[in-house]
């Protein structure tokens, strides 16, 4: 929402991975960094015998360092957690080397770091209406370009984010 005054999530839609009493952890997934996945499988030494023109995200602001790799399919890593039916992340290598040779999942965002929120925070935040919420939705992930995701999240709720204000009134 507007009044999130926070420079790092504004227009950010976040896909929330976990959620328990110690906090919260999501994905940002409509970032986009200036990379493909092709420079990192590169710098990481894994051979990409199949041209990966896979865009990356940023995934929030903690450890941007680490990548995570939400997907849609069945489990392909060690290192996984189940978000849903049928979607998984992972930080796991193994899933790289298989995406280098064209075997690893067919929808995917690769992101770099995630956001976190304290016990309480993501609550008190939605409370105070500084994010809309939706239900997750596999199209929006996976089949929507990442300029378009705000947009296309709120229109789920009938909303036009581009008559959102910062500001209220009273009536």
Not at 65 to 76: A, D
């Amino acid at each position: 929402m507007p009044q999130l005054n926070d420079p790092w999530f504004a227009h950010s839609v976040c896909y929330i991975c976990d959620h328990n009493e110690d906090g919260s952890m999501g994905l940002v997934i409509n970032k986009p960094l200036d990379m493909q996945l092709t420079e990192i499988l590169k710098e990481l030494k894994i051979d990409a015998s199949k041209p990966q023109n896979q865009l990356v995200l940023q995934g929030g602001p903690v450890s941007p360092e680490q990548g995570f790799i939400l997907y849609h399919g069945e489990v392909k890593a060690k290192q996984n957690m189940e978000i849903a039916p049928s979607i998984n992340l992972t930080t796991s290598k193994e899933i790289l080397e298989e995406i280098g040779l064209g075997q690893g999942p067919k929808n995917m965002l690769i992101c770099l770091g995630y956001a976190g929120w304290e016990a309480g925070q993501l609550e008190a935040e939605i409370t105070a209406n500084s994010w809309l919420t939706i239900p997750a939705d596999d199209e929006l992930l996976f089949n929507t370009p990442s300029q378009d995701i705000a947009r296309a999240a709120a229109k789920k709720l009938g909303v036009d984010i581009n008559l959102l204000s910062g500001q209220s009134g009273h009536a």
